[in-house]
């Protein structure tokens, strides 16, 4: 499976924007860029995909470098409740989601 | 929107019992992924069905079997029930035709006394 790489942790103040990197120099030609987020004691929820354009739903956005080796999940105002892990994943067709160890984001009132 | 569906929500067992764990998926979806979480881990795949039939296998233990009924819902069945499998179960729902997300149910905490 192409690995993907994300920063531990994170902080950001509450009502300012995030940008959550994302590297993945070995992703294939058909992988998609999903993004999950896991918030305390829930499952995980999807967040945003793409393949090679940007993209934008009400919970984010999300900015593909033009070599796809590495992405970034963009939340525009973090609020409290956008505290969670999230993870970037690799995903093609209706394989499983293989989660590393994603990017743990505190949000600070 | 109907979500995914787990139950029971929480689940004690002694060690050597056995347990089994229920998900119902979203209308429609045809694939059924199941996942454990343990402790301040990450979700690891364990097993996933297409159709009724076994699509994937991950690191399911042998003690450990799954199926997907007629109307699409899945069990996990657990048995010879060890310590170690105290963790957080989580099924997920997918639409091969959908982009394949997967939506996750509220998962089944399974404690192993």
């Known amino acids: 499976d192409a690995k993907t790489t994300q920063p531990n942790s994170m902080e950001s103040n509450e009502e300012e924007p995030v940008h959550l990197p994302c590297n993945h120099s070995?992703?294939?030609?058909?992988?998609?860029i999903h993004w999950y987020r896991q918030l305390p004691s829930q499952g995980p929820e999807y967040v945003i995909h793409?393949?090679?354009s940007n993209v934008n739903n009400r919970m984010a956005s999300l900015a593909i470098a033009e070599d796809r080796k590495s992405s970034t999940l963009i939340l525009h105002r973090a609020t409290l409740r956008d505290a969670a892990v999230y993870y970037c994943?690799?995903?093609?067709?209706?394989?499983?989601?293989?989660f590393g160890t994603g990017t743990r984001l505190t949000i600070i009132p | 929107a109907a979500g995914v569906i787990q139950s029971p929500r929480h689940l004690i067992k002694e060690k050597r019992e056995t347990a089994t764990l229920k998900c119902y998926p979203i209308p429609r979806h045809d694939t059924v992924y199941w996942y454990q979480q343990g402790p301040g881990q990450d979700p690891q795949f364990l097993i996933s069905?297409?159709?009724?039939?076994?699509?994937d296998k991950g690191s399911i233990p042998d003690r450990f079997s799954a199926q997907q009924f007629s109307d699409y819902h899945s069990e996990l069945n657990m048995s010879s029930l060890e310590l170690g499998d105290s963790a957080l179960y989580f099924c997920?729902?997918?639409?091969?035709?959908?982009?394949?997300?997967?939506?996750f149910g509220a998962g089944t905490r399974l404690s192993v006394l």
């Open positions: 069905f297409y159709e009724k039939m076994q699509s």
């Open positions: 994943i690799l995903h093609f067709g209706n394989e499983k989601l293989t």
């Open positions: 997920a729902s997918s639409e091969r035709q959908g982009g394949n997300i997967q939506y």
């Open positions: 070995t992703i294939s030609g058909t992988d998609y």
């Open positions: 793409g393949l090679t």
